[in-house]
RNA sequence: GGCCCGGUGGCAGAGUGGCCAUGCAGCGGACUGCAAAUCCGCGUACGUCGGUUCGAUUCCGGCCCGGGCCUCCA
């Protein structure tokens, strides 16, 4: 059982050998505090969620760094938009941003930095940085010299120069070189800033990862994760910034995930398919999306682009409805300490092939279901719950995932509030909203069920099919087996 | 223009130098009072043109098409 990883810095997948076994460190960029996270956030979240779990799985001590950024230019434009301080909207959206990836069962990181409580750390690495020749100051600037970095571009494999030819390079008077980015620039006193031997500032965007990552885990890590499009400049600018000020090697192995788009669109404000996670688990609030989002999610290797239909959150539900009917029909088999199945963890030590590893769980929830004793039965549905776990899916009860739970929507500022009803899992901004539909009381389906059992004790099959009829009405589908009737709301 | 990914059956999506993906949808059957669920069976899939090979969807090259990045971006 060996890892293997695609690392973007070699082009690709090598075995995955850490510094120190005891001590396995990974970074992955996190958000931006200005707004709620969007599903496309929601990716590398899962995704790094997944590889957390199995590098856990793996070695002893696992240490994951997700930072979140609350300072930053479109912070300080919606704040000013808001007509809100920064400190709320960041503390705001931050506590947003944890409650939607909460829904999705994304373990916590080991440490969550804040870029405002790293500065000094930044600035001491801008020091040394200027000390070495990396960067100069201009204008209450400090610039890193691009030219002074003769690795530059290794990573995401392009040069000095075709950086130039682009032509879409921000040409300041202040640069020596058009290719130069900013580390630190002067703040305006409406503006949040620092004290500074370059006077009153806020760091550039990419010093903060260099400098959070340095504390956290040191001069070199193991992994640094972020979607693929922070490869250029901001992961580049990250190797540049700390390869220059540490003369080590910042991060041994490059992991990205691909892009998510939205019915084959980007997705855009411009473009009115922009939706966030919290409009996403807004879907179909009885039938637990966080959970049909994280298969949707996994149902695709990680490096390939996905694309969000409807039709795909169908078929990640359908997958899910297949795992916990084998799970229900064991519901009465005890449950015993489980192995992960041995083709899950191949699946996933080849560089996270999840769409592999859910092939297995979906051949183990066939097994179940044919499983005829009762020591198969435990055996293979203690499998197949602890390989879901490693996936982070199959945690919630059986019933609870059949019957609807009543949820609470997703905490808003201003507090929480009951959502009840299940919508039709529509996707898109403009059809969002319609999730009015109540639920019928759990008690009034069962009065119902034991009237139509009673039907048919005395054969009275049409009184039967009558009431079926108007359960169905209200998606209840009932089941008839070994003498009970279970049921279970429908898609 | 430069760099980088892809193009697999109705849909989604793995994978492999010669034999099975898997799920959803569909068809037939078993089971069921009827259903549902489950089980069994069923589909001449690998963009295109060449090359290598005994044999290529899989390796190599050209072409066509799609996507991403090129200092806002997960």
């Given at each position: 059982m060996s890892l293997v990883l695609y690392n973007t810095l070699k082009r690709a997948k090598e075995p995955f050998v850490p510094r120190d076994p005891k001590h396995v460190g990974m970074y992955v960029c996190g958000p931006t505090v200005y707004d709620f996270a969007h599903i496309g956030n929601a990716r590398p979240v899962i995704v790094f969620d997944v590889l957390y779990r199995l590098l856990k799985r793996r070695y002893p001590n696992v240490i994951y760094v997700r930072n979140i950024t609350d300072v930053d230019d479109k912070i300080n434009a919606a704040a000013k938009a808001n007509n809100e301080p920064i400190a709320a909207l960041t503390a705001r959206t931050a506590q947003a941003f944890h409650a939607d990836i909460g829904e999705l069962n994304a373990l916590p990181p080991d440490v969550e930095p804040r870029a405002t409580e790293h500065i000094g750390e930044m600035i001491a690495m801008i020091r040394i940085l200027i000390e070495r020749g990396h960067a100069y100051e201009a204008q209450g600037h400090v610039l890193f010299s691009?030219?002074?970095?003769?690795?530059?571009?290794k990573l995401s494999n392009r040069s000095r120069d075709e950086m130039i030819a682009g032509a879409r390079v921000e040409i300041a008077p202040y640069k020596k070189d058009p290719a130069d980015f900013v580390l630190w620039k002067p703040s305006a006193p409406d503006l949040p800033g620092w004290e500074s031997p370059w006077g009153r500032g806020r760091p550039g965007w990419h010093i903060e990862c260099s400098a959070m990552s340095k504390k956290h885990l040191g001069q070199t890590i193991d992994i640094h994760g972020g979607g693929v499009d922070l490869v250029f400049p901001h992961h580049e600018n990250e190797v540049a910034q700390s390869e220059c000020a540490h003369g080590a090697p910042f991060a041994r192995y490059w992991v990205h995930n691909g892009f998510l788009s939205v019915n084959g669109e980007k997705m855009s404000k411009s473009l009115g398919n922009f939706i966030t996670i919290r409009d996403a688990l807004k879907l179909a609030p009885g039938l637990a999306p966080g959970e049909v989002i994280r298969v949707f999610m996994l149902g695709?290797?990680?490096r390939q682009p996905i694309d969000w239909t409807e039709d795909a959150l169908k078929q990640a539900r359908s997958s899910l409805d297949r795992f916990y009917t084998a799970l229900r029909n064991a519901a009465d088999v005890p449950a015993v300490a489980g192995a992960v199945d041995p083709e899950v963890d191949a699946a996933l030590d080849d560089d996270l092939n999840t769409p592999l590893a859910l092939q297995a769980l979906h051949r183990l929830a066939g097994d179940l279901n044919k499983a005829t004793n009762v020591s198969d039965c435990a055996r293979l549905k203690a499998s197949l719950l602890a390989s879901g776990d490693l996936l982070g899916i199959l945690k919630q009860d059986v019933e609870a995932w059949f019957k609807g739970r009543i949820v609470a929507a997703v905490g808003t500022a201003s507090g929480t509030s009951t959502v009840k009803g299940v919508g039709a899992l529509a996707v898109g901004a403009a059809t969002i909203s319609g999730s009015g539909a109540v639920f019928m009381e759990e008690g009034e389906i069962e009065r119902l069920i034991d009237a139509r059992n009673a039907a048919r004790q005395r054969k009275d099959f049409a009184e039967a099919d009558r009431i079926r009829a108007v359960l169905a009405e209200q998606g209840i589908v009932l089941e008839d087996k070994a003498g009970t009737t279970t049921w279970r709301r429908a898609g």
């Amino acid at each position: 059982m060996s890892l293997v990883l695609y690392n973007t810095l070699k082009r690709a997948k090598e075995p995955f050998v850490p510094r120190d076994p005891k001590h396995v460190g990974m970074y992955v960029c996190g958000p931006t505090v200005y707004d709620f996270a969007h599903i496309g956030n929601a990716r590398p979240v899962i995704v790094f969620d997944v590889l957390y779990r199995l590098l856990k799985r793996r070695y002893p001590n696992v240490i994951y760094v997700r930072n979140i950024t609350d300072v930053d230019d479109k912070i300080n434009a919606a704040a000013k938009a808001n007509n809100e301080p920064i400190a709320a909207l960041t503390a705001r959206t931050a506590q947003a941003f944890h409650a939607d990836i909460g829904e999705l069962n994304a373990l916590p990181p080991d440490v969550e930095p804040r870029a405002t409580e790293h500065i000094g750390e930044m600035i001491a690495m801008i020091r040394i940085l200027i000390e070495r020749g990396h960067a100069y100051e201009a204008q209450g600037h400090v610039l890193f010299s691009v030219a002074s970095d003769a690795d530059y571009g290794k990573l995401s494999n392009r040069s000095r120069d075709e950086m130039i030819a682009g032509a879409r390079v921000e040409i300041a008077p202040y640069k020596k070189d058009p290719a130069d980015f900013v580390l630190w620039k002067p703040s305006a006193p409406d503006l949040p800033g620092w004290e500074s031997p370059w006077g009153r500032g806020r760091p550039g965007w990419h010093i903060e990862c260099s400098a959070m990552s340095k504390k956290h885990l040191g001069q070199t890590i193991d992994i640094h994760g972020g979607g693929v499009d922070l490869v250029f400049p901001h992961h580049e600018n990250e190797v540049a910034q700390s390869e220059c000020a540490h003369g080590a090697p910042f991060a041994r192995y490059w992991v990205h995930n691909g892009f998510l788009s939205v019915n084959g669109e980007k997705m855009s404000k411009s473009l009115g398919n922009f939706i966030t996670i919290r409009d996403a688990l807004k879907l179909a609030p009885g039938l637990a999306p966080g959970e049909v989002i994280r298969v949707f999610m996994l149902g695709t290797h990680y490096r390939q682009p996905i694309d969000w239909t409807e039709d795909a959150l169908k078929q990640a539900r359908s997958s899910l409805d297949r795992f916990y009917t084998a799970l229900r029909n064991a519901a009465d088999v005890p449950a015993v300490a489980g192995a992960v199945d041995p083709e899950v963890d191949a699946a996933l030590d080849d560089d996270l092939n999840t769409p592999l590893a859910l092939q297995a769980l979906h051949r183990l929830a066939g097994d179940l279901n044919k499983a005829t004793n009762v020591s198969d039965c435990a055996r293979l549905k203690a499998s197949l719950l602890a390989s879901g776990d490693l996936l982070g899916i199959l945690k919630q009860d059986v019933e609870a995932w059949f019957k609807g739970r009543i949820v609470a929507a997703v905490g808003t500022a201003s507090g929480t509030s009951t959502v009840k009803g299940v919508g039709a899992l529509a996707v898109g901004a403009a059809t969002i909203s319609g999730s009015g539909a109540v639920f019928m009381e759990e008690g009034e389906i069962e009065r119902l069920i034991d009237a139509r059992n009673a039907a048919r004790q005395r054969k009275d099959f049409a009184e039967a099919d009558r009431i079926r009829a108007v359960l169905a009405e209200q998606g209840i589908v009932l089941e008839d087996k070994a003498g009970t009737t279970t049921w279970r709301r429908a898609g």
